[in-house]
Nanobody, 121 residues
């Protein structure tokens, strides 16, 4: 099995910064795309950013220019640097990874348990 554990959430004033981390462990043969989603109270879970194993990145429009996703393939870890935080960034942030657990070209999506980010008004 594969486990994803997030860390780095917390409370930060508007305009501040936070860095989220997510470490994958377990029966990992290779990790394809890694990413971050978020879910605010009363809202559906929404995609925030993603990064391929080769380092190509993509961002949702609301976070472009403020958030940066990166990964350390040697550590099976993905990061989300969040700058210029706004009240509307308040949400539970979840990491996800598309993981191959064996030599067959078959992969599954795994999710972390989530970490709370709060930007008070």
């Amino acid at each position: 099995q594969v486990q994803l554990v997030e860390s780095g959430g917390g409370l930060v004033q508007a305009g501040g910064s936070l860095r989220l981390s997510c470490a994958a462990s377990g029966s990992i043969f290779a990790i394809n795309v890694m990413g971050w989603y978020r879910q605010a109270p009363g809202n559906q879970r929404e995609w925030v950013a993603s990064i391929t194993s080769g380092g190509s990145t993509d961002y949702a429009d609301p976070v472009k220019g403020r958030f940066t996703i990166s990964r350390d393939n040697a550590k099976n870890t993905v990061y989300l640097q969040m700058n210029s935080l706004k009240r509307e960034d308040t949400a539970v942030y979840y990491c996800t990874a598309n993981v191959r657990t064996g030599w067959l070209p078959r992969a599954s999506d795994y999710w972390g348990q989530g970490t709370q980010v709060t930007v008070p008004s």
